[in-house]
């Protein structure tokens, strides 16, 4: 399928949601998603949904995708730089973040006809809308550039592994120089969580985060004051260290 032009099925206020679903053969098809997809509803109505499903699902620069969901469903999938896939199947940083502008977006891989079912994030991607970016993989989950969800309502949702039960289920994240930044009430979820090589994981908020993790600290160092009173009394108590001299107001020993 290789879609170039405008197709729109837009929601009703009555509640009827429009949905366009371009579906290529799962084991060697590929889809092609270019020119403009929409399903958006009235003022007040929420979107429909868009899936664009294949055993490779290539997103073209200049796609317009605006929906309540679009779910995107190939075998293995790369989030790479510029608005352009890399890849075979694949979708660009700045086209996806355009996506998330307006839609909640879901990439999903699916290894039961072939390939992995691993997803890479190659490049940065950044929005400020109130919408998720949920990740999840029939195997591995690759993060290797920053994901920022720049309004307090953004959230992320990592979902790996699952193309298996957890038991010997060898699936991972990697976190390979990337990291995830929110805001204060931004949300991620993490299912499924079995393994997981982290180089460097951050969830960036405002100052009450850096309030509450000093606050912390400083509890920590007051209970650590404590501890360290209590072990000198009781080695003192059995003569492990030598009592310290008693003197007189003058400061000669007694």
């Not at 399903?39 to 294949?54: K, L, R």
């Not at 090589?197 to 969830?203: E, K, V, Y």
């Not at 000198?232 to 007694?254: H, N, S, T, W």
């Amino acid at each position: 399928i290789n879609h170039t032009g405008i197709t729109e099925a837009r929601s009703l206020a009555t509640g009827e949601k429009g949905e366009i679903l371009l579906m290529g053969d799962m084991a060697h098809g590929s889809v092609q998603v270019g020119g403009t997809l929409s399903a958006t509803a009235p003022a007040g109505a929420p979107g429909g949904f868009i899936e664009t499903s294949a055993h490779q699902v290539k997103v073209t620069e200049g796609a317009q995708v605006r929906a309540g969901h679009w779910l995107i469903d190939p075998v293995d999938f790369t989030i790479g730089a510029g608005a352009g896939s890399q890849t075979t199947s694949g979708i660009g940083a700045n086209t996806l973040a355009s996506a998330l502008g307006s839609t909640n977006v879901t990439i999903q891989t699916d290894a039961s006809t072939g390939g992995n079912g691993d997803i890479f994030v190659n490049s940065p991607v950044t929005w400020n809308a109130a919408n998720t970016l949920t990740l999840s993989a029939h195997r591995n989950i690759a993060i290797r550039a920053d994901i920022t969800a720049q309004n307090a309502n953004g959230k992320v949702q990592l979902q790996h592994g699952q193309g298996a039960v957890a038991a010997g289920n060898t699936a991972n994240y990697g976190f390979d120089g990337g990291k995830i930044n929110l805001q204060k009430a931004a949300e991620i979820v993490i299912h499924d969580f079995r393994a997981c090589a982290i180089g460097r994981m951050t969830l960036e908020t405002p100052e009450e985060f850096a309030q509450w993790l000093a606050a912390g600290q400083q509890l920590d160092a007051e209970r650590q004051l404590k501890k360290d009173a209590i072990e000198l009394d009781r080695k003192i108590r059995f003569k492990k260290v030598p009592r310290p001299p008693r003197v007189d107001d003058a400061g000669a020993e007694k």
